[in-house]
């Protein structure tokens, strides 16, 4: 799916819609993809309309006062140390963890969460920011929540 920057952030809200407590979200995607501009959108969907910033030194963001509450993570700094700070208390914990550069956790990630796959296209980013997006459902419970997300 091919999205400009406006209608990512209604894509993203829509599906923060149907999230529930303690979904996982890994937003998989270089530099630039649009990957806090995604969250921007989650925590819309999650009726958060406080001012999201990349959690990129502060490692975590905690958002309240929405539906739900929001664990925006970025793991890109912690290198091979997920021990660094207790990611089991935002994964398993009664809001929506989102965790920027997720890949990079290998075999540290969860079995079971929404892999969301951003990638910029080069040939028209430029001129109206367009970016691919692909969901990749890991487990029973996230296929589950796309049959329920019609696109």
Same mark, same amino acid.
């Given at each position: 799916?091919?999205?400009?920057?406006?209608?990512m952030?209604?894509?993203?809200?829509?599906?923060?819609?149907?999230?529930?407590?303690?979904?996982?979200i890994?937003?998989?995607?270089?530099l630039g993809?649009?990957?806090?501009t995604f969250?921007?959108?989650?925590?819309?969907g999650?009726e958060i309309?406080q001012m999201i910033?990349?959690p990129?030194?502060?490692?975590?963001?905690?958002?309240?006062?929405?539906r #739900?509450?929001?664990y925006?993570m970025? =793991?890109?700094?912690? &290198?091979d140390?997920?021990?660094?700070?207790?990611? /089991?208390? $935002? #994964?398993?914990?009664?809001?929506?963890? =989102?965790?920027?550069? &997720?890949e990079?956790?290998?075999?540290?990630l969860? /079995?079971? $969460?929404l892999?969301i796959i951003l990638d910029?296209?080069?040939?028209?980013y430029?001129t109206?920011?367009a970016?691919?997006i692909r969901?990749?459902?890991?487990?029973?419970?996230?296929?589950?929540?796309?049959?329920?997300?019609a696109?």
């Open positions: 799916m091919k999205f400009n920057e406006k209608e952030l209604a894509f993203a809200e829509k599906l923060g819609r149907v999230l529930t407590p303690g979904d996982i890994v937003l998989t995607g270089e993809a649009g990957k806090t969250v921007k959108g989650l925590a819309l999650l309309h910033k990349s990129t030194y502060t490692i975590v963001r905690e958002y309240e006062g929405g #739900l509450p929001l925006h970025d =793991v890109y700094r912690i &290198g140390d997920p021990d660094s700070f207790d990611m /089991d208390d $935002y #994964l398993f914990g009664e809001g929506v963890s =989102v965790i920027e550069w &997720g990079l956790l290998g075999q540290d969860p /079995d079971a $969460y892999e910029k296209y080069a040939e028209s430029e109206d920011g970016r691919e969901l990749m459902p890991h487990g029973e419970h996230y296929q589950e929540l796309l049959g329920k997300f696109l």
